[in-house]
């Protein structure tokens, strides 16, 4: 699969000729590298929560391109009320949309609609977790029992989510092959560099290999 970061916490992964979009906030982040009118094709999007920098554009999104939205139920419902298609789900375990594996998981942070949560993609027999926005928690352990995630994207920018400290201990939790920091430089009150992060966890957690992305940079795994 290729995974292409769009930067803060938007990816765009690609299996075949499905695209999946996580949280694309493209039209109002000052840092991406993309316009939304870019995106022709658009299979599944995954949405952690209903903050600005998460929702971002996936009303647009889905109504340009027919892609489904995964989320929390309650949020679900929001956006059915404005047209969108919808996969209304709730935590627990895996579902088949599209031929997409999609899971909810915890994470612990706020939101309108519905719970938070973290989102579990099994693709091409690999596991990958996008923390969404999230604190540390030690439930992080059973997702590493469960799952054991070959991928994880973890928030890195403290403020509103786990900070480079952290961070470095829940990829300890995690035990990831890879780990993408993200959710950092984008705003001036996030850490603007993922510095102290790779430091951290370089020395809690030598066997995860730190997976640096440039903003719009592709990697196949
Ligand atoms: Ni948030
Ligand atoms: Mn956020």
Redesign the pocket.
Known sequence: MKIKWLG??TFEIQTGNKHVFI?P?ITENPKSPIKLDDITDADLICVT?D?F??LGDTITLSKNTGAPVACIFELGMHLQEKGVKVEAMNKGSFTKINDILVSLTLAQ?SSQFGNPVGILLNIENKMVYHA??TSLFKDMELIRDLYQPDVAML?I?GY??MGPKEAALAVSFIKPKIVIPI?YGTFPILEQSPDSFIKEAEKISPDTKIMILEIGETVTI
Request: charged fraction near 20%.
């Open positions: 803060h916490a949280d906030f929560h903050h920098d998460h942070h969404g926005d928030p920018g509103y989510t959710h």
